[in-house]
């Protein structure tokens, strides 16, 4: 089976700051880990997946997310948050080896950025 | 830029009714998912489809839905008969067939309220 955990349900950051939202995820394989982003009343958003190879990877708006094997995580970074910013922010898993085909999301993190 | 459409943006049914939610995923797209989102909240796997059959499919759905490809462009949900609890948002998303590295792409979804 395939899981994934994000702890806070709210984070809030002053403009500027750096932000950082926690993803912890359990496969029994390798994960394919995806970030998305949910602005509201609208759908999600793609913003940057890991399949392989550099453990940091760089997506949309300036967001990057450094993937961690041995502290199974996945944490999405950016390094000065926008107001624009403030959003849901799901996490999500697909095992590689598995044979499931979808992708299990996290319970999200509200994003608040205060100008 | 291509991307998955959805209709209707909003429905209303009375509880017992069936309800049929469309969509039209991307048209290289060989992967077909339907998620739905409860009160902006967790976003949940419904079923995914793939060589006009279900591949996987989550306790959620059960003998009242259903899914169809019927024209090789659309892809539909049935709710046969509506019940509270089935209000939601009700996502769906498509994939190119990258041995499952593919990012899942949203439509905008579909409201369902149950009255």
């Known amino acids: 089976a395939q899981s994934v955990a994000q702890p806070e349900d709210q984070v809030n950051v002053a403009e500027g700051n750096p932000l950082t939202v926690k993803c912890t995820y359990s496969?029994?394989?390798?994960?394919?880990l995806f970030w998305y982003v949910q602005y509201p009343n609208r759908g999600l958003q793609f913003l940057l997946k890991?399949?392989?190879?550099?453990?940091l990877v760089k997506g949309s708006y300036g967001f990057e997310a450094e993937f961690n094997k041995s502290q199974t995580s996945f944490h999405l970074k950016k390094p000065s948050a926008l107001v624009s910013d403030s959003a849901l922010y799901f996490c999500a898993v697909r095992d590689a080896s598995g044979s499931a085909r979808q992708l299990t999301f996290g319970s999200g993190t509200q994003l608040t950025v205060l100008p | 830029e291509p991307e998955v459409t959805q209709t209707p943006s909003h429905q209303v049914t009375q509880m017992g009714q069936e309800v049929i939610l469309r969509c039209v995923p991307i048209?290289?797209?060989?992967?077909f998912y339907w998620y739905r989102q409860i009160l902006g909240q967790k976003v949940e796997f419904l079923v995914s489809?793939?060589?006009?059959?279900?591949?996987?499919k989550s306790e959620i759905f059960d003998d009242q839905f259903s899914v169809e490809r019927p024209d090789g462009s659309n892809f539909t949900l049935k709710i046969r008969s509506t019940k509270l609890e089935d209000s939601a948002m009700y996502f769906c998303?498509?994939?190119?067939?990258?041995?499952?590295?593919?990012?899942?792409?949203f439509g905008e979804g579909s409201r369902l309220t149950v009255l």
């Open positions: 048209s290289n797209h060989l992967y």
């Open positions: 890991y399949i392989t190879g550099d453990n």
């Open positions: 489809f793939y060589n006009n059959e279900i591949s996987e």
């Open positions: 998303a498509s994939r190119d067939g990258l041995a499952g590295v593919g990012e899942l792409f």
């Open positions: 496969v029994s394989g390798n994960p394919y």
